[in-house]
């Protein structure tokens, strides 16, 4: 405790926010973790998260926005930010993110099947990975079922509602192995709403930003549900991942839902994401100082955008606790094991699983 | 004079201790009333507490009182944990991880404690291959699986193991060997002995090792627990290490054990557990001597004038 308040009071954060009490509110108001309260919605008996509605309120970073001006927004800043994603990522996290994600895909062991004499009588594992955007995940998962494990039948969807962020990604893709490439598929679609898909449509670079789609509206970079040609039909994937994309999602519970709904029976939902590290006071002032006001900076000066950076560390903030989201995960029907979640780096990030269980 | 309660009350300790560790059939009143006759351990008499609670021997009329509350161990089997005063914890394993692992576990003679075995354990399950990916440890699940599984499968075989009326007449020593003996005969019924080797090599792993310890020294606990042992002095703590660490020593043995019906298995334990016996005997017979004679000194000294 002693300790504490040294740190505290030998912060320069503190000095700064007396003097200036417009930003000490908005100091303060960083450690805040109470969820913004959706509207009662009494009028129907279903609970009001299962119906999108993009006039609901939600949060965006600390301010507080309809459902709809959050996607945009959240797209607007993946959108600024998709070329610099990976530089920006080894910059904020000094690298670690790469561990973080190797152990999470290594966690998972995509592709294992035990060796037996008779095929796999469950078919060819199909992987989706949501909000895959730059396809960290996804070539890493690849890399697992191909390569380590021998699986050559495993196959990667990357999702993404940015079509930047998948534009990326595809990008990248040209440069692995043949087998690899022809095993993953790019397609565009909310995670919240999984039955309105359509095949990755190339966003221009950000040199030739006005281009036309062929009804002659201005391209969104962003997808638009009405343009869907497809869709992903229910119980038809073995694993589905989302790595540091479901706190950008304007409606986590109807997401999890939609997990729940692609999955087969005895399926895994898996989540990479920022979570709290509470747990070790001194190492979570440390960690707190570093993303408020480091990361800004540094978003600043490499991708020359702070705004999306500063929306990166306060979606961080006020994203629910390791426990709480666990309890999100069972709610929309799936079962855990042990705690539900495991830490890493002392909570900085947390990995959740659960599997759909086998219908009764 | 001032000595005098913590005498009494360590003396009615002792005397409690020493007849519950007995455990023999004694005919005590369920429930003790005032002016009862009351059995007396230390002089073998019936005496009537009169009630006088609040008299000057208040310390010998507590103590006698609580004792026939106090169930026989034996009785005390009868729940499902060891506390006697809190309920028992719950399982450590989900009920998805049961169903896991309880499919995976009948893989392992032939697999071993390996991702082989999860996965055609899920399979079994009805589930896919990808779902075992949800156990937090993996491989080492499925050893704590095992090591819970024997562990409370020991109470069941209670009768099995001591007889029946639970060993009554049997030393504690004596059903601590027959215990610790059938949790030795467990990894046999389990095909485990020959894939046990690769188990203590993951449990050997630094981030497995305190679950590893705190999953022996619950099992020692077990142990002791159903063989009736009630200490409540240090020895609670020595007689679990001593015997964790003589578990741990047989099971390693079993492991390279190729001797019918594991009879060398069985002799390294008696000999290990005669071993503890001696040894506890001796730092006993030294303790006491020691304590003899310091306070034969005192006397000596206090006999040439020294105000002690």
């Given amino acids: 405790m002693a300790t504490r308040t040294a740190l505290r009071r030998a912060l320069p954060s503190i000095r700064s926010a007396i003097t200036h009490p417009e930003q000490q509110s908005r100091f303060l108001r960083s450690f805040s973790t109470t969820a913004p309260c959706p509207a009662p919605n009494p009028s129907s008996s279903t609970p009001d998260y299962a119906i999108p509605d993009p006039s609901r309120p939600t949060h965006f970073g600390f301010e507080t926005v309809t459902e709809a001006e959050k996607r945009e927004r959240v797209a607007g800043v993946f959108t600024s930010v998709a070329e610099s994603y990976d530089r920006m990522n080894d910059l904020m996290s000094f690298g670690w993110h790469r561990v973080w994600k190797d152990h999470f895909v290594a966690s998972l062991n995509p592709g294992f099947s035990p060796l037996t004499s008779t095929s796999d009588p469950l078919g060819p594992q199909h992987i989706l990975d949501i909000a895959g955007g730059t396809g960290d995940i996804a070539f890493r998962l690849l890399h697992t079922a191909h ?81 869907a040609t497809s869709s992903i039909p229910d119980s038809s994937v073995d694993l589905y991942t989302v790595a540091f994309g479901i706190r950008n999602f304007s409606n986590i519970p109807a997401a999890l839902r939609e997990a729940h709904r692609v999955l087969k029976p005895g399926g895994v939902f898996a989540c990479l994401e920022f979570s709290k590290a509470n747990k070790h006071p001194l190492f979570n ?76 | 004079m001032v000595t005098r309660p913590i005498s009494c009350s360590a003396g009615a300790a002792a005397t409690r201790r020493m007849l519950l560790r007995h455990s023999r059939p004694i005919n005590l009143p369920k429930r003790a009333t005032a002016s009862s006759p009351m059995y007396s351990p230390s002089t073998g008499t019936v005496r009537t507490i009169t009630s006088s609670t609040s008299q000057s021997n208040n310390c010998v009329t507590t103590q006698r009182l609580r004792l026939p509350i106090q169930p026989s161990p034996i009785a005390r089997s009868a729940r499902t944990y060891h506390s006697y005063d809190h309920p028992p914890p719950p399982g450590p394993f989900t009920p998805a991880e049961a169903s896991l692992l309880s499919t995976a576990y009948a893989h392992v003679p032939s697999h071993g404690f390996t991702p082989e075995a999860l996965a055609l354990g899920a399979r079994d399950a009805g589930l896919l291959y ?14 704590r699986w095992h090591l819970h599984v024997q562990r409370t499968l020991l109470k069941g075989k209670l009768v099995e193991i001591l007889g029946s009326g639970g060993g009554e007449r049997m030393r504690v020593e004596d059903k601590v060997e027959a215990l610790a003996w059938a949790r030795l005969l467990g990894n046999e019924t389990a095909g485990v002995v020959r894939r046990w080797q690769e188990a203590l090599a993951i449990m050997a792993q630094p981030s497995y090792i305190p679950a590893s310890l705190a999953e022996l020294a619950s099992l020692a606990d077990e142990i002791l627990y159903l063989a009736g042992d009630v200490s409540v002095d240090p020895s609670w703590y020595t007689k679990r290490a001593s015997l964790s660490a003589i578990y741990a020593a047989a099971e390693l043995f079993q492991t ?17 557990l005669d071993e503890a016996a001696q040894a506890g005997g001796a730092v006993r017979s030294v303790g006491e001597w020691i304590g003899f004679n310091a306070g034969a000194a005192v006397n000596v000294l206090r006999s040439k004038g020294l105000r002690i």
């Fill in chain 2, 130 to 143: 990808i779902s075992p990916s949800i156990l937090p440890d993996g491989s080492f699940s499925l050893i």
């Fill in chain 2, 256 to 272: 390279t054990d190729q001797s019918p019906g594991f009879r060398e298995t069985r002799a390294f334990l008696r000999r290990r």
């Fill in chain 1, 147 to 227: 390569v380590l494990n021998r699986n050559p039948s495993v196959r990667v969807t990357i999702s993404d509602i940015n079509r930047a962020m998948l534009t990326v990604g595809k990008q990248r893709s040209t440069l692995l192995p043949a087998p690899q490439q022809a095993a993953l598929s790019f397609v565009e679609a909310n995670a919240e709403n999984l039955s309105l898909t359509r095949p990755l449509h190339p966003y221009p670079s950000a040199a030739e930003p006005t281009t036309h789609d062929n009804q002659g509206n201005q391209e969104q970079a962003f997808f638009d549900p009405s343009t």
């Fill in chain 1, 285 to 360: 002032a440390v960690y707190k100082e570093w993303s408020f006001r480091a990361i800004p900076l540094i978003g600043q000066l490499v991708a020359a955008d702070r705004d999306s950076y500063q929306y990166l560390v306060e979606s961080i903030e006020r994203f629910p606790s390791q426990a709480e989201f666990r309890d999100m995960i069972v709610d929309a029907g799936f079962v855990v094991a042990g705690e539900g979640y495991e830490n890493l780096t002392g909570g900085v990030a947390a990995i959740h699983k659960g599997m759909k269980p086998r219908a009764e």
